[in-house]
């Protein structure tokens, strides 16, 4: 997709189909007290039928986010054929980047109700300033026009959906330019990790995972080291040779390399599970809804999409990305429960339930990231069902070993719109992991089963400040998550990352 900004002063003549026009609220969200009639911000320069059309629509729209009219222009008036006015349902006072992202979703979706392929999009400012306002207008837009067709032939099609092509963002100044500059290459990313999320089993194997990096890498300028079964078994990365034991398909490490800071500074770590299919292995799931475990490698594809867009960025800090990953099948050779397995930390694990792979292949990971002396390490994954049952599909679970860093890690993701709740990693779960043969097995019973999967980590990561997401509800699902996210794969954690890393350059 083709995003450029345009000045405010060029709306009267802005040769569009379809300009998008926010509308503010005019309630006290509260009280609900209201206003008055509201006066939302017009543009001076857009001309008097528009500003006339605006006034009559503008009471249809108050304060309900979504909701939208759509006019025509009067007949040979230069600028925007039609306008659509949009709901923010806030004052503009109170408006988030998110409700910006959201906006630009509902602008999109408009124009391909209208089958049209450009449109322009007014960006309503954000106290954080024109960046901000650019960089979430652009991230809305882009990520909202985004579709997963690679698989379709359009047999049987009558009509090909239309693919929103050209977006115009319109607002004024180099920090407007340098925001949607920013916000088209973090959804581009983003977008990134949503195609590799999307792609099937058979296709989306761990060898493709790698080559995909491997390319970006390429590409994009980051170095990228490939580890397969038998550098595997040199680090001694049983744990993970334990999963992909019971497959066809070779394992991989993936290790990318973004040298954007000094030599000697110590490195920002990212670790994503890329489990490319989980069956369970010998503890095997439930037919019902399987399928969705192709997505089981999304916190990789989010890490693998965030190095990309830190090195486009030039994001300036060292930032290692590195992705474990495995299919967890079944067969003769798989791993069985009660097996008990040496970790690369040297750790012994009872595998009570082979199904907890995703700690498994994590925790050599972990163990390996140690070497490069972190500064500080955010891993991501779909670990456990039970953060669904925690917290639904609107919060990542977030938890790790250091307070301040959780507490970070929790505004980028706020400030994202990839939003994370903490849970308490109290001692007392701890002991849920007890083993009778081991030092530790790979599962702590029903009970607070995201904080038990968290402790496991946590036992690999030493003195390291570490915080784990826990995305198994938030990186993908069947409905629109919001305006700018259609069903299948959301690329949740990649804005959160790329944001944290940002925060700390
Ligand atoms: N990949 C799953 C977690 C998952 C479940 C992600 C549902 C998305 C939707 C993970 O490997 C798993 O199977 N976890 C088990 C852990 C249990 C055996 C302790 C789970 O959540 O059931
Ligand atoms: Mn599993
Ligand atoms: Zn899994």
Redesign the pocket.
């Known amino acids: 997709m083709a995003l450029t900004t345009t000045s405010t002063d060029s709306l009267a003549t802005l040769d569009t189909p379809l300009l998008a026009v926010p509308v503010f609220g005019t309630h006290d969200a509260a009280t609900r007290e209201t206003d008055g009639p509201g006066a939302p911000t017009m543009p001076g320069a857009l001309p008097a039928e528009l500003y006339n059309a605006l006034r009559n629509a503008r009471s249809d729209l108050r304060a309900n986010a979504g909701a939208k009219t759509l006019v025509w222009s009067a007949e040979g008036v230069d600028g925007p054929e039609r306008l659509v006015f949009i709901g923010v349902g806030k004052r503009e006072s109170e408006l988030t980047a998110e409700d910006v992202r959201r906006f630009a979703g509902h602008a999109v979706r408009q124009a391909e109700a209208l089958r049209i392929e450009g449109l322009g999009i007014l960006v309503p400012s954000l106290a954080d300033g024109p960046g901000i306002a650019a960089q979430s207008a652009a991230e809305g837009a882009v990520l909202a026009s985004w579709r997963f067709r690679e698989l379709k032939t359009g047999a049987g099609e009558t009509e090909e959906p239309t693919e929103v092509t050209d977006v115009t963002l319109v607002g004024d100044g180099e920090e407007f330019d340098a925001g949607a500059e920013n916000g088209v290459i973090i959804a581009d990313a983003e977008n990134v990790a949503r195609v590799l999320q999307s792609r099937p089993g058979n296709v989306a194997t761990p060898s493709h995972l790698a080559r995909v990096a491997e390319a970006l890498g390429r590409d994009l300028g980051f170095d990228v080291d490939v580890l397969g079964p038998d550098r595997l078994k040199e680090e001694r990365m049983r744990a993970l040779l334990a999963v992909s034991q019971g497959s066809e398909q070779e394992p991989r490490l993936i290790v990318m390399h973004h040298r954007g800071g000094g030599e000697g500074e110590k490195p920002l770590v990212l670790v994503g599970k890329g ?1 490319t299919f ?1 069956a ?1 292995g010998i ?1 095997i799931k439930p037919a019902k809804g399987m399928e ?2 192709r997505f ?1 490698m999304s916190g990789g594809a989010a890490v693998i999409a965030a190095m990309s867009a830190l090195a486009r960025l030039g994001v300036k800090r060292n930032v290692i990305g590195i992705v474990p990953s495995s299919e967890n099948l079944l067969g003769g050779r798989a791993v069985k429960p009660g097996d008990v397995v040496k970790t690369r930390s040297g750790k012994t694990v009872e595998i009570i ?1 082979t ?4 700690r498994l292949i994590l925790c050599d990971s972990l163990d390996y990231a140690l070497q490069f002396e972190p500064e500080a390490m955010v891993d991501c994954a ?5 953060v669904t049952y925690a917290l639904g599909n609107n919060a990542i679970g977030l938890m790790g070993s250091d307070d301040a860093l959780v507490e970070e890690v929790r505004q980028a993701g706020e400030r994202s719109g990839e939003r994370c709740w903490t849970l308490p990693m109290w001692p007392e779960y701890r002991r849920q992991l007890d083993s009778d043969q081991a030092d530790l097995q790979n ?1 702590g019973g029903r009970a607070a ?1 995201t904080i038990t999967a968290g402790w496991f980590l946590r036992e690999f990561v030493q003195d390291t400040k570490w915080a784990h997401l826990d995305v ?1 509800g938030t990186a993908y699902g069947d409905g629109e998550r919001t305006s700018y996210l259609r069903k299948g794969g959301y690329g949740v954690p990649t804005r959160l990352l790329v944001e944290w890393v940002r925060g700390r350059a």
């Open positions: 489990l989980d369970g503890s969705e475990m089981d339930n199904d907890a792979e995703g779909t670990l456990t069902g039970s599962v089963g198994a």
